[in-house]
């Protein structure tokens, strides 16, 4: 045969809902408070009821005491069952409700008592105390049991202490008074209880709605989830209270920000300064999928407000893809450069085959001279002034685009560049970006020219470039630098907006600055001043320039030289 399988125990626990645990976790608090309130008021009413007790006894003893007759009967009459002292003080013991009253000689001999035959006998309390002429309060034992006693000493006329007397009143009427407040008591409490319960109800009720009823368990459950869920996802995340300070931060977040934990509890503007980062966190920048630069990054922001009055941030970093951005404009300016060239060569070509199938080989000679002298002369003329491979290079390739495009691109005779700069592709992205929209301002009006002059001042490196278009309205100079802003169509591979954001943050990231105004003859003209650009004469920041001599046009590739504008 098989064992027969043991009992399962009965099992009383916790219940697993949180409206459950909740009300009778209150409810156990409320009965606690109430009973303990209920045991801190008795302790003190029977205190009370036993001083009101004893000071009665009191009052009937020095009642008693203060009597002539009292006196007189016990200094000329015997102790005796019907002499007039015990008759008197029976008198008094059944006008006042007292348990015995009892007087004593300086002996300690009873003169009266509630039981005859106690009548001439010694007290059983010591009268030492009333006898010295105190008065005394106090709950003691007897011949009559527990009661609450008042002595007095006993004088006669002389003020001389001839006795004392002995006032008692029963303990047990102390204590019935006590039980007989318990019941009001215990109303009261109930009551209490009562009102302490519907409040735990009603408390329960609001926290299982707020809570949608998960268990303990299921909340820590779902706490730890979270955790895991916003430190382990390559997006930002950062949460706002109703007051909008930072509540929680990611570490996606923080790395994107470069923040640290201890710009929680602090406004967006007190923990990443002023900006557009701060102002599309803090909601002061309406949309989707807004664009803002930290640092060196480019961010996709999206803000949604919660049921709470705050809101959750999430980040995207758009860095990369920015930067394939910028490869793919230089592409696209590197073959518009090839392509305006291969059209230009291709004119002059025919005008060549021209001059040769007509044998007029003296002027074909000239013309093939002319052609290769204005190259030469082009490229020359950018090297002598521009010493830095990237930038001569940007700027021969711009020229070319500027001269498909109607425009006309000129070097300032002001310009010189060492070949010294300490960041080279930074001045690269700066001068791309503001020769671009100087491009796209002009175009399409008579007599378009842009003009860039790039010189040093020491290690200062200053940049302007003019252009012949409509320019800048003054209130719009420094929105123009604002992230996000921008007047042209949006490219297929992202926003516009960020080319002037990233030249004022490359300047400014260097101690320098970028600024708008109004060029001479109309126009606008953007300056931007680089201190510390260039090295100490004599130091080169990378490796030696292996050209023998000037370089043909579009020859060196040049990585975001083609990034969007913002005007």
Known sequence: ?????????LRIGMPRRMFSQLLLMQLAIAAGVVVLATGLFLAPLGNQLDDQAMRRALAIAQTTAAMPQIADDLERSRPTVDGPVQQEAERIRKASGAEYVVVMDRHGTRWSHTDPDQVGGHVSTDPSEALRGRDVMEIDSGTLGRSARGKVPLRDDQNKIIGAVSVGIEYDSVRARLIHAIPGLFAYAGGALAVGALAAWLISRRVQRQTRDLAFSDISALLAEREAMLHGIREGVVALDRAGRVRLLNDEAQRLLGIGEEAVGALPDEALGEGRT???????????????????????????????????????????????????????????????????????????????????????????????????????????????????????????????????????????????????????????????????????????????ELRSEGRTAVLRVRDTGPGIPAERRELVFTEGWSTKKPPAHGKRGIGLSLVRRLAERQGGRATVGEATGGGAEFTVVLPEALTEPGVRTGPPDPRPGPQPALTVPVPGAAEEGSR
């Open 1 to 9: 045969m098989s064992p027969t399988p043991p009992a399962r125990r």
């Open 278 to 452: 701060a102002d599309v966190l803090a909601g002061r920048v309406d949309g989707t999928d807004l664009i803002a630069v930290r640092g060196q990054r480019v961010l996709v922001v999206n803000r949604m407000p919660t049921d709470d009055g705050g809101a959750v941030a999430t980040l995207r970093d758009r860095t990369e893809l920015e930067q394939l951005g910028r490869e793919l404009d230089s592409t696209h300016g590197l073959i518009d450069a090839l392509r305006a060239q291969d059209h230009e060569h291709a004119n002059r070509m025919h005008t060549l085959l021209g001059l040769l199938e007509l044998e007029m080989y003296d002027d074909a000679v000239e013309f093939v001279g002319e052609v290769v002298g204005d190259h030469r002369a082009t490229a020359e003329q950018v090297t002598e002034k521009i010493e830095d491979p990237l930038l001569a290079a940007l700027l021969v390739g711009k020229a070319t685009v500027a001269a498909e495009r109607g425009v006309a691109l000129w070097v300032s005779d002001r310009t010189r560049l060492p070949d010294r700069l300490v960041d080279p592709r930074g001045l690269v992205t700066v001068v791309g970006n503001l020769v671009d929209n100087a491009l796209d301002a002009v175009a399409g009006t008579p007599h378009a020219r842009v003009e860039v």
